[in-house]
């Protein structure tokens, strides 16, 4: 079972990764089986799919930041964050998300849930 220690550390190497634009790094902690549905409400991407959303999504390049501690409980990390995503056309939207990981007994992430909606999202001009 996963320790806290463990689930913030996934969390910071997460939000460390996408700063950097090492989506494979992202990719390393999810399980071989893991679902992401960002955002929820969306279809999930699984598997194979899961590493070409991450670059499509942050083709431009990305700035994140927690803006609240990492929330863990038994196999679970809910963690609030603003998100600058620039896209190719020099445009940025900025997201507010809360991101939930659900935990395997071997400490991979097997589910990501983003939340955030329309009232979440600003975008400006480049």
Known sequence: MPTPEHMTEIVNRYLGAINAGN???VMSIYADNAKVEDP??????TGADIL??????????AKVELTGPP???ARAAAFPFHAEIKSVD???THIDVIDIFEFD????VVKMTAHFGP?????SEG
Do not use: H, I, L
Request: net charge positive.
């Open 23 to 25: 989506m494979e790094a």
């Open 40 to 45: 929820v409400g969306t279809e999930p991407k």
């Open 52 to 61: 070409p959303f991450y670059q499509r999504a942050f083709a431009g390049g």
């Open 71 to 73: 929330r863990v409980s």
């Open 90 to 92: 020099g445009a940025v």
């Open 105 to 108: 007994d071997d400490g991979k």
């Open 119 to 123: 009232g979440n999202v600003t975008r």
